[in-house]
């Protein structure tokens, strides 16, 4: 068992980011005896994660910080770091290591006052563990001066600090941030490898493993989730019944409706878990005395740790419409397969009587400006577009398509 097990289908990268860890392990071992560090080494002092939506890039670029920061005893003993076990790989696999920062977007974008203190803590030595590692989990989402900021930071690092940067394509990050990076591309991985992982490590039935993992086509947090959580399967089988009930312009505003409520009550459950947490361990750190008076001085804290939050709620908002579109588009993925006569496998097999009579009633051509509706929604909701107006635009392009 290593850090390398949980990286679905990605073999290829994990045999790169394991020679690099064990050249990582011996410059740091070569800096310590004070010795010259060794020839030819794989590691560079900033990585690039690129993939699809499951292809599983932040888990890579966690395990690779983890098996940076790795202290097993086999290790010094000539082991491959990553061994998953020890309080290195632990502590960075978890989010609690000192000297691993990540950084996620909260909102639409990160915002450059979010990095301030992450660019100057790059500049500093390790704490405790063996690199000073920063993780930016949705590089993609960098502004124009975050991005500065972090290219500066890139462009001249602290000689034990390494930036893992993970976003969708090369073409998400800045340019002359990727021109300084090693790139790792990760691709999809199979329904099978999404399934034996499953059963694997999760214990999950292998005909619930394999129907979830054919449904979200190959992505593995997504299958998780969809074979575990019992209310993500009922707004999934929600979402798939929304083709058929789009027959007149009151339909399609309903449903546009209850897609977006849905999404909002996905964003408060996140809120009501990690907010009051949240909130509690501020209070508890800034020294509040009994009764929640918070000490003087300390209000602005309070004042920005509320903003992150309504920010975060956003995000989650709009990550779960995501979600909801994306079974739309493999819906009708499933249906133009069937009005073209293919033999791929059906990722929504479940609902195959549905696919069947939508393939009838309509033709490739309008199925294909179906599945255009629906990218188009999702590019407005990237630019920020009111949820409900760009879901309204979706559902009547979907009843007209």
């Known amino acids: 068992m290593t850090v390398w097990d949980d990286l679905v289908g990605q073999e290829k990268v994990s045999a790169v980011l394991d020679a690099a860890a064990r050249d990582a392990d011996a410059l740091v071992t070569a800096a310590a005896a004070d010795a010259p560090p060794p020839e030819a080494s794989k590691m560079t002092h900033a990585w690039l994660f690129t993939g699809p939506p499951g292809a599983g890039r932040n888990q890579a670029a966690r395990a690779f910080a983890a098996a940076l920061q790795c202290v097993s005893p086999d290790r010094a003993l000539g082991g491959t770091p990553g061994c998953g076990f020890c309080d290195g790989c632990h502590t960075a696999l978890l989010g609690t290591h000192a000297d691993v920062t990540t950084v996620a977007a909260v909102g639409a974008e990160i915002l450059v006052k979010d990095m301030r203190d992450t660019v100057r803590k790059s500049f500093t030595a390790p704490a405790n563990g063996r690199w000073q590692i920063i993780l930016v989990e949705d590089a993609e989402r960098l502004n124009e001066k975050s991005a500065n900021a972090v290219l500066k930071a890139v462009e001249e690092p602290a000689p034990r600090t390494v930036w893992l940067l993970c976003a969708p394509s090369v073409e998400d990050v800045l340019p002359t941030i990727r021109s300084?990076?090693?790139?790792?591309?990760?691709?999809?991985?199979?329904?099978?490898?999404?399934?034996?992982?499953?059963?694997?490590?999760?214990?999950?039935?292998p005909a619930v493993a394999a129907a979830a993992a054919r449904a979200t086509q190959g992505h593995a947090d997504r299958a998780r989730r969809l074979a575990t959580d019992p209310a993500a399967g009922k707004r999934r089988a929600a979402v798939l019944k929304l083709p058929l009930r789009l027959d007149e312009v009151g339909a399609c505003l309903k449903a546009a409706q209850e897609l977006v409520d849905a999404a909002a009550e996905d964003a408060k459950q996140l809120a009501e878990e990690m907010d009051?947490?949240?909130?509690?361990?501020?209070?508890?750190?800034?020294?509040?005395?009994?009764?929640?008076?918070?000490?003087?001085?300390?209000?602005?804290?309070?004042?920005?740790?509320?903003?992150?939050?309504?920010?975060?709620?956003?995000?989650?908002?709009?990550?779960?419409?995501?979600?909801?579109?994306?079974?739309?588009?493999?819906f009708y993925r499933d249906v133009l397969a069937l009005q073209l006569g293919t033999r791929v496998a059906l990722a929504n097999a479940d609902a195959e009587d549905a696919l069947e009579r939508l393939a009838r009633s309509g033709t490739p051509e309008s199925t294909l400006r179906r599945i255009e509706a629906i990218a188009a929604c999702r590019e407005a909701l990237d630019r920020n577009v009111a949820p409900l107006l760009a879901v309204e635009a979706m559902t009547m392009a979907l009843r007209a398509g």
Do not use: Y
Request: hydrophobic share 35%; with cysteine.
């Open 180 to 205: 300084r990076c090693r790139h790792l591309n990760l691709s999809t991985p199979s329904v099978d490898a999404v399934t034996d992982m499953l059963v694997r490590r999760d214990g999950i039935e």
């Open 276 to 330: 009051g947490k949240e909130t509690e361990e501020l209070k508890a750190a800034l020294g509040a005395a009994q009764g929640g008076r918070l000490p003087r001085g300390t209000a602005g804290v309070m004042k920005d740790l509320e903003e992150m939050q309504k920010r975060r709620r956003t995000r989650t908002q709009r990550d779960s419409l995501d979600v909801a579109l994306g079974d739309l588009t493999a």
